[in-house]
Every structure is written in C-alpha cells, then in structure tokens.
T-cell receptor, first 113, second 113 residues
C-alpha cells in the first residue's frame, strides 16, 4: 500500500529565507507525486506534480520540488519565502491511473516578518 | 470558471438525522472523490468514482454512501450521522489518467452533535 510521511508538523521561517518541506513516500513502482497548499479556510490548490522525466519540477508561486528515487523523497523548495506563503502544505502520492491519492498529514508553515 | 462546488459550506446537525452534501463540477471530469480532513490525520479518501455509475470505497467508507447518476454530480450521503463524523469534507474531481491532479472544492465543515 502507498503511504506518505511528512516529518515536520510545523515549520517557521523568516520572510525572505529559503524553505524546504520534506516528503517521503512508500510505493512499489514509479509514483505520481503532488504537492498541494491549503490556505486557512480554503480548499487545496495544486502546486506541482511529478510523474516522469526531469526530476526537478517547477510549480506555481515560485515553488519547485525534486524527486529522488534513491531516497524515496519529493521535497518542496522555495528560494525566498513571502508572508503570503503561510499555509498548510500537503504531499500526496498516486498510483498510476488509479483515482486514489494518499496524502501526508501536512506541514504548517508560519512566516515571520 | 472551472470549479468544484460543494454545498453547504457549514452544517450543524444532530445524531441520526440523514443529510446530503452536494458536489458538482463543471469541467467534464471523469473522476470524482470525497475526502475528509481531520487534525493530525491529513486527508483520507472516503469514496471515489471513475465515471457515471462506477463508484468504489476509499480508506474510510463506513457510515457514508455516494451515488454518481450524472457525470457532474457526486453527492455524499450520511444516512445516520454520528459525532465521529464531525470533520471537514472535500470533494474533488480530475480528468482520467494519473498525471492529472485533483481540483478540490472549498470544503464543507460538518458538526454532528
């Protein structure tokens, strides 16, 4: 069965600092990987996705993520965080054409000014 | 505007009183899914549908029913709600094929007293 681990429940960074959110997955074959962001009181918005090809993927809002098969990781990064990035971030893994997405428990990002 | 619409946004009900949360998408998506979000548990899939009249259980289907009579609608039915179904519920849809991420609705916060 597929699973996702986000080891950091809560992260605080200063505005302008760099950010890395960790995600480790468990899946037997090549996974489909996603990062979503949830602002307070909102639904989830897709930031980026990986399913094949270049292991460094670019997303919206200046985010990127790198797929590392050897480490079973798909960490999310941003070079310079803005106060508006404060939100909860979810990593998810999907299995091919299956409709199921398995989510991690999320990382809440706080940005200090 | 392409979107997934859930109603109601907020609902307080009493134990045992049947309720339906509606979900509609205007993107002609084949796949639709219901998730519940609980603190510390992330999002867990309740039911999903791959097309009209095709539905299947997710990870936490107990106490819920769904139907998919039309492509655009995927209502979630709680026949006899209980307090442990108090949660934030999200409907989501996507095109068939695993390379596409889900588009999420804004959520329905349900409280069962």
């Amino acid at each position: 069965a597929q699973s996702v681990t986000q080891p950091d429940i809560h992260i605080t960074v200063s505005e302008g600092a760099s950010l890395e959110l960790r995600c480790n997955y468990s899946y037997g074959a090549t996974p489909y990987l996603f990062w979503y962001v949830q602002s307070p009181g909102q639904g989830l918005q897709l930031l980026l996705k990986y399913f094949s090809g270049d292991t460094l993927v670019q997303g919206i809002k200046g985010f990127e993520a790198e797929f590392k098969r050897s480490q079973s990781s798909f960490n999310l990064r941003k070079p310079s965080v803005h106060w508006s990035d404060a939100a909860e971030y979810f990593c998810a893994v999907g299995a091919g054409t299956a409709s199921k997405l398995t989510f991690g428990t999320g990382t809440r990002l706080q940005v200090t000014l | 505007e392409a979107q997934v619409t859930q109603n109601p946004r907020y609902l307080i009900t009493v134990t045992g009183k049947k309720l339906t949360v509606t979900c509609s998408q205007n993107m002609n998506h084949e796949y639709m899914s219901w998730y519940r979000q609980d603190p510390g548990l992330g999002l867990r899939q309740i039911y999903y549908s791959m097309n009209v009249e095709v539905t299947d259980k997710g990870d936490v289907p107990e106490g819920y029913k769904v139907s998919r009579k039309e492509k655009r609608n995927f209502p979630l039915i709680l026949e006899s709600p209980s307090p442990n179904q108090t949660s934030l519920y999200f409907c989501a849809s996507r095109i068939g094929g695993g390379t596409y991420g889900y588009t999420f609705g804004s959520g329905t916060r349900l409280t069962v007293v």
